[in-house]
């Protein structure tokens, strides 16, 4: 990735990414919501694993390209701040795209551990590993509650700091991820 200091705002592809990203996440903690709500063994709650799946899926694939964007095109600098919000910025930003990537994969992982297809929209995909009980009790871990609340948990700070940009320090980091700002 180049820094462009004198870019003070994102390229609308990154924006795209952004938000693409996003959409994905709500749909995916929504779904998964609804799944857990839906009675076992029914019509609906495999229709919303479905779409967790395929939504998870998507998310791999966008942030893939949104990582492969990030390091191809100009992006402004970092907001000037104290050290400790740089390197809390970077961090944070590190988790989400690490996070964002490797639960997916956690994702295909728990789903193909057990005997049930794993679909993209409708198109069964290739099971690479089969019945693996102990996969699958693994997986509860990497893909379950603990790294929702992890996700929640770092979604809220990221979600946080650029409010506190926008409203308390009124800098326009915000606007810098809008296509209107």
Do not use: C
Request: proline share 7%; hydrophobic share 50%.
């Amino acid at each position: 990735m180049s820094e462009n200091p004198s870019l003070t705002r994102y390229n609308l592809l990154s924006q795209i990414f952004h938000w693409t990203v996003v959409v994905l996440m709500i749909g995916l903690f929504v779904t998964d919501s609804l799944r857990e709500g839906a009675p076992k063994d029914t019509p609906e709650r495999l229709a919303f694993l479905n779409l967790h799946m395929s939504f998870g899926i998507s998310l791999f694939v966008v942030v893939i390209f949104r990582i492969l964007w990030s390091r191809i095109s100009d992006q402004p600098a970092p907001v000037p701040g104290a050290r400790w919000t740089q390197v809390s910025a970077k961090v944070v930003h590190l988790l989400l795209n690490i996070a964002t990537l490797v639960v997916p994969v956690f994702g295909y992982l728990r789903a193909a551990s057990k005997p049930r297809p794993i679909e993209f929209f409708g198109t069964e995909l290739p099971n690479l590993i089969g019945k693996a009980p102990g996969v699958n009790d693994a997986m509860h871990i990497f893909h379950g509650e603990p790294m929702a609340i992890f996700f929640y948990v770092v979604i809220g700070l990221h979600v946080a700091a650029a409010l506190w940009h926008q409203w308390a320090k009124r800098d326009g980091t915000l606007s810098r991820m809008l296509p209107w700002g």
